[in-house]
């Protein structure tokens, strides 16, 4: 009980506050709320992942009933994961904001609602109870509205914060049918009933109402195609909210999902090879079109896309293990899964961090207008190429652990499938492997483009690096990024008390990683210390050798030409040019083309602006269609008073005669059938 | 422990073999076959040349690249004796260590702010991203086959049911000297003699690179050489005891190098734009070959 009035009390009175104070305690109230909820949850998030779960019943209200929280092995994952990323997200939050520091009411709204996200979010892991669920989840969406369309006076803002709105809506929509029909047919809000009314219904039942709950679930997370909102929200919101929507607030999807499968007890198997499908069309699509982005943030974007793919791999390879009584791919998806949860929000809310540094530096995020930057903003420089190399799941780094994992479990599943699954298998191999190599591609060529070369612009004012408190929180992301990479036996010791959960539903066998898969990955991090000792012995040996020998700096080769400009190298689009022209039919790019003419060539220009095929088919089209036949009511609402007038009478008099009217007619029937 | 020395003693003549075979198919005589080796002590004895655009990023990729072809070394195994580190599906960390490499030499090659090398750079990352399923599907039937998930696993148990497996063996010893020609950048994906930029993919990203650094990066091509040759002998080795398998290795690897050789003697390259779809034809070679792993595992009905 202390712990919820702890958790309820200092925030509320942190956000009381912040109106009220200077602009330095306001960041400290912000930042002293963050930390007292990170404190408390962290701690009892801690509790459960050492297998004592916390269980509260809270009175609650005459509508909802008892409202149950409850803390087991998966909320504490997902809330430990959720407070590092507040946490740091907070302090570069913090730093990042000063630049706006003239807009006092507008910080005022900003930190409260941020201490709002984050609460919110948090007891969202906690909560078992339909109704205070849902409220939660409001909470959760208008705040993160209200944070994304900070900068509203932009118009691109705006509409990018409606799109989100209204579609975390439909996501609220299905979760409340979902929530609904169980509590009209059990007559409980509480979580259990979801488990008991599957448990006593046939298997076509609970897969529709699991597919309500994932529909709902997978909008917040951004599977394909429910992914449309998160490439416009994602580069309108200020970078720490971005980075906390890519990193938390899109796994609370994730985490819904997964609560899903706890509780309603359906057919694995088919779940499983739905979630499959859906994560590998997400995973390849969302890195195909991130290449394509000259937007740095839109292009992190469609990689969370790409990386929710990852996760659903995971999660759907768990599901297959529990529908075919398969241990060990079981617990190596789910855990796989949620590995990649963790190192997911870890590198892209650190390439959103480092994103905004760029934009705080530069004023823009067109990448073809960047260039240079790793001689202006040497240490962002370094923290991206971390997290780039991570997120392209390269081995030193984290990236790699989960997605070995996978793997491991993947060809444990090609080993015992039949004909049919074995496709399936390799399929998502090639999936998988596709993913890591596109992922490459983007990020060799996102890295390149902003930091290498030279300035591809001159800006006006003066490039350099921001100011190193809001570095800092930069650097424990790495730093942990690193950590996972080099010694992943202790967070997969961790996610045995979660992955248990999950193989407890079918009583399958588990008690721990090792004997399969962990051992592997032992290797894998001495690989990976092998991999830096010799990178570091050989730049030792080079700089001795090269110490006392003739180190010249000369300009870059360009076959003999000697005026070379920035405009001569390689851009972002041409980068990637042989690529988007073989996969065209995927895509759908808009171009605006002057070609050079004539042999004294004048001015020509050639601008590619690329757009979703998903969101023109499942979005766009039928949104005009809509509006189209809408329109045709547009005469009912002609601006003239008497007609508002006479809607009003009319709406009262059918209020007032339909129901005399049915009781007439059924009175008439009635009276017919005694004839 | 042994295949580390028997490839890095590949390594020293393998390319010069290749370059051997080719003067003489043109009618040369030809440098000796160490030529290649003597050029990079050469370029380990001197200074170094920097491009003024470049960073550090620069200066340390190729070090990162010699030291993750190195890494994958480490995991090739020779026969019954195993790499030096070995596990359950080290082959996805072989082919994701070699991706390090790869990322960096490509960021390196941006780091110059040069076109003609962001030109290379740009073609390589999207050759590798198509080789890299072939790799997958071909170890994935493997695995399929002998039940295993790792390199020395794999190759010790490949042929101990039918022998059939000799010839999926053939088909992937076919797949992996493409892999290996398109990793080091030859024929018919990349011409490493041709003298113009426009057409280069490996030798125009590393035009700014020179001395220790160039040195390296050459080191890792030949190594890498010797290591799909070392790979590809694992297809056939199986349980030969060391007497016959250690002399046979090295008949191999000249086997190997007079191939590629003859190769770009014959062959002209591929044009730029078919280079995608020739990759794409080597993805389904590996399908072909996990066809054949699934009717000799029996399972397909």
Known sequence: MIFVLVFILIPFLCMCLIPFVKMKEKAIAVYASVCTIAIVTSYLAFQGLAGNDFELILPGSLVSGPVRLHIDALSGWFMLIINFTFLTGGLYGIFYMRAYSSQKKNLNL??????????????????????????????????????????????????????????????????MLGFIWVAGQTGSYDFSAIHSYSMTHSGAL???????????????????????????????????????????????????????????DVDYTTVGTIILIMSIISGVYGVMLAILQHNLKKLLAYHSIENIGIIGIG??????????????????????????????????SLLFFTAGNVYQ?????????????????????????????????????????????????????????????????????????????????????????????????TFEHEVREVHFMQILPLYFIAALIVFIGLFPGIFLDLLVKPVQLFTGVRQLPFTSFRGNGIEALLSVSRASLYLIVLVLLLLGIRKLVLRKRTIMVLPTWNCGYTNPTPKIQYTASSFVKTYSELFGMVFLIFKKEKEVEGIFPTTAHLETRPYDKIEKWFIDYPITNLKLFLGRFGFVQNGKLQFYILYGIMFIVSIISIPILYDTVMQFVEFLKEL | ML????????????????????????????????????????????????????????????????????????????????????????????????????????????????????????????????????????????????????????????????????????LGAFVFLMIAMIENSRMPIDDPKTHLELTMVHEVMILDNSGFDLGLILTAGYLKFAVYGAIIFNLFSGSIPYEYAIPLFFVMQVFLAVVVGIIESFMARSRMNHNAQFIVVLSSVAILIFFGALLVSGKFI
């Open chain 1, 206 to 264: 609970s897969l529709m109402l699991f597919l309500f709950f994932f529909t709902g679930f997978a909008i917040k997370a951004g599977f394909v195609p429910f992914h449309t909102w998160l490439p416009y929200a994602h580069p309108a919101a200020p970078a720490h909210i971005s980075g906390i929507m890519s990193g938390v607030l899109i796994k609370i999807g994730i985490f819904g999902i997964l609560r899903m499968i706890l509780l309603i």
């Open chain 1, 315 to 348: 999660i759907g390879l768990g599901c297959i293990g529990l529908g075919t009584n398969n241990p060990v791919l079981s617990s190596l998806g789910f855990a796989g899964a949620l590995l990649h949860t963790l190192n997911h929000s870890l590198f892209k």
């Open chain 1, 361 to 457: 530096a530069t004023h823009t995020l067109d990448i073809e207008k960047l260039g240079g930057l790793v001689k202006k903003m040497p240490q962002t420089t370094v923290l991206f190429l971390i997290a780039a190399i991570a997120i392209s799941g390269i081995p030193p780094f984290n990236g790699f652990i989960s997605e070995f994992i996978l793997y491991t479990g993947l060809f444990n599943w090609m080993q015992q499938a039949a004909i049919g699954t074995l496709v399936g298998s390799a399929f998502t191999i090639i999936g998988l492997v596709l993913i890591g190599g596109l992922a490459l591609m983007c990020f060799t060529k996102a890295f390149g483009v902003v930091f290498l070369g030279n300035p591809r612009h």
């Open chain 1, 110 to 175: 900003h930190g409260i609602l941020f201490v709002l996200l984050h609460a919110s979010l948090i007891s969202l892991c906690a909560i078992q109870n339909s109704i205070a669920f849902l409220v939660a989840w409001e909470i959760m969406a208008l705040s993160a509205f209200l944070s994304i369309i900070f900068e509203h006076e932009k118009v691109a803002t705006i509409r990018a914060g409606i799109n989100f709105l209204i579609q975390s809506h439909v996501s609220i929509l299905f979760l």
């Open chain 2, 3 to 170: 295949s580390l020395l028997l490839i890095i003693l590949a390594a020293t003549f393998f390319t010069g073999i290749i370059i051997r075979t080719k003067s003489i198919a043109s009618g040369r005589k030809g440098p000796g076959i160490f030529q290649p080796l003597k050029d990079v002590m050469r370029l380990f004895k001197k200074g170094a040349v920097y491009s003024e655009t470049s960073s550090f990023v620069f200066r340390i990729a190729p070090t990162i690249y010699f030291s993750s072809v190195f890494v994958a070394m480490l995991v090739v195994p020779f026969g019954q004796s195993k790499g030096l580190i070995s596990f359950n599906g080290d082959f996805i960390f072989f082919a994701y260590v070699l991706g390090l490499g790869k990322f960096f030499s490509i960021i390196g090659a941006m780091d110059t702010g040069s076109s003609f090398e962001g030109m290379g750079a740009s073609r390589e990352a999207l050759y590798s991203m198509f080789a890299e399923p072939a790799f997958f599907i071909l170890m994935g039937s493997l695995a399929l086959m002998t039940g295993h998930t790792s390199f020395q696993d794999i190759f010790s148990t490949l042929h101990l049911g039918s022998s059939i497996t000799y010839a999926l063996g053939v």
